[in-house]
């Protein structure tokens, strides 16, 4: 499958800050970085000298009777209290711009899947494995998971949330620069875990709407539709069209082919067999795969099951 990691590096070798929290995890990154390497320093620049200092010379040498000293106490005590209480005002600050979304933010229902993400917008639209946003705008998403726990980390926008069944989680992020990105699962959910991916794109606003306009009809042909959904959908995740063995079968040359169902029965693969399959996947699992595809209900219209359908005879 195509490289879908447009991960660059920025500074401290995280990756590039790409959201308005970014600033707050990346300041508290560094602070925790440097007091290290302060430490780091002093304290093994302090057991070298020391080694050396006050090495045993002879025989006689004895040990000097020095009991504590009250003062060096409470300044190796006060300085790291000093530097510990900096710190957390630090990690607070961003803390709480990560867990208060602004009232005004625009709102993404996410939902995750053996193997895919699928987002909902406000007016409807869904998309798999893509996701847009507008730029400089709050957007806050409301996450779960159809089956097992997943979790959803966009590495350059510095967000991580599990995704869980049976209820909602949620995060908020609000992109400073228009840009393409990934956004990984990063909870191990089984074989197809390492392709959960998802592109993330960050548009200037009105390039947003013409987006989720273009996203919602689309006046292709039908086997250019199919074609577009067959990767927008993210049927190519599992499913390849030159007869590769993928999560699922290769769907090269499907119309017209015998299948052997999973409970030894043969089935011939016509359209109806392919709308079952999209919309009740576990009712005609192909033998020798496992019962891992996604039911497609209420993601595809009609119009858009034929346009799959047109493309894929044409796949031979
Ligand atoms: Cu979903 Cu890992």
Redesign the pocket.
Known sequence: MENKNPIELGSFWLPRAGSTLAEHIDAGWAAAYWVSVLFFVLVTGAVVLFAVKYRRRSEHDKTSPIDHSATVEVVWTLIPLAILIALFFVGMRGYVHASVAPAESYEINVT????IWTFTYPDGTTTVNEMAVPRGRPVRLILSSKD????FYIPEFRVKQD?VPGSYTSLWFEATDTRETVLL??????S???D?LATVKVMEPSDFEKWLEGNNNSDLPPEELGKTLFVKRACATCHSLDGTRLQGPSLKGLFGREEELADGSKVTADENYFRDSLFNPQGQIVRGYPPVMPSFKGLLKDREVDALIAYLKTVK
Request: glycine share 16%; net charge negative.
């Open positions: 995750g899947e053996m193997y097992i726990l997943h979790s995704v699962c990063t909870e191990y959910c089984g197809g875990h390492s959960m």
